[in-house]
Structure formats: structure tokens, C-alpha cells
């Protein structure tokens, strides 16, 4: 599994291919879950991203609306 540093170079590489420009907040760890959480917001249209260093078992390590789809601004 790869670490929050590693996700978060992932997830931003993702994130500018689909033309937005993440703004990224702390990590916060969970603590039932023993996982850290990091999020950030696009400053130009809102779309999110969330990385877990440790998702559930159905759960994902990257996800949101700003590595799903292009930023409107961009188009």
C-alpha cells in the first residue's frame, strides 16, 4: 500500500490532468479506522479529492470528483 506522500503525489498528478488546481488541507487520523484522511478542494470550480492510506476493504485510496471529471473552467 502506498504512503499519504505517495497518494497525495498520485491524486494532484490526476487532479492536473483534469485541469484543476488543488488547494490541500492536514491529514487527520482516524482512529477507528487507523488511517489518516487528506482532502483538498479545486480554488477554480470546488471539485474534491480525498486520499486514505489505509481505506476499508471495499473502500478506495483516491477518489472524488476532481480525478472523475474535468474542470468546467478548463473546457
Same mark, same amino acid.
Given at each position: 500500500?502506498?504512503?499519504?506522500?505517495?497518494?497525495?503525489?498520485?491524486? $494532484?498528478?490526476?487532479?492536473? #490532468?483534469?485541469?484543476?488546481?488543488?488547494?490541500? #488541507?492536514?491529514?487527520? #487520523?482516524?482512529?477507528?479506522?487507523? *488511517? *489518516?484522511? @487528506?482532502?483538498?478542494?479545486?480554488?477554480?470550480?470546488?471539485?474534491?479529492? @480525498?486520499?486514505? $492510506?489505509?481505506? @476499508?476493504?471495499?473502500?478506495?485510496?483516491?477518489?472524488? *470528483?476532481?480525478?472523475?471529471?474535468?474542470?468546467?473552467?478548463?473546457?
Amino acid at each position: 500500500m502506498l504512503n499519504l506522500k505517495e497518494l497525495k503525489k498520485e491524486a $494532484d498528478e490526476s487532479c492536473k #490532468f483534469r485541469g484543476h488546481k488543488m488547494v490541500w #488541507f492536514d491529514p487527520v #487520523f482516524h482512529k477507528w479506522s487507523n *488511517s *489518516s484522511l @487528506q482532502d483538498a478542494y479545486c480554488s477554480i470550480c470546488g471539485a474534491y479529492v @480525498q486520499i486514505c $492510506d489505509n481505506p @476499508q476493504i471495499n473502500g478506495i485510496a483516491i477518489g472524488g *470528483s476532481a480525478v472523475a471529471m474535468t474542470c468546467p473552467c478548463e473546457e
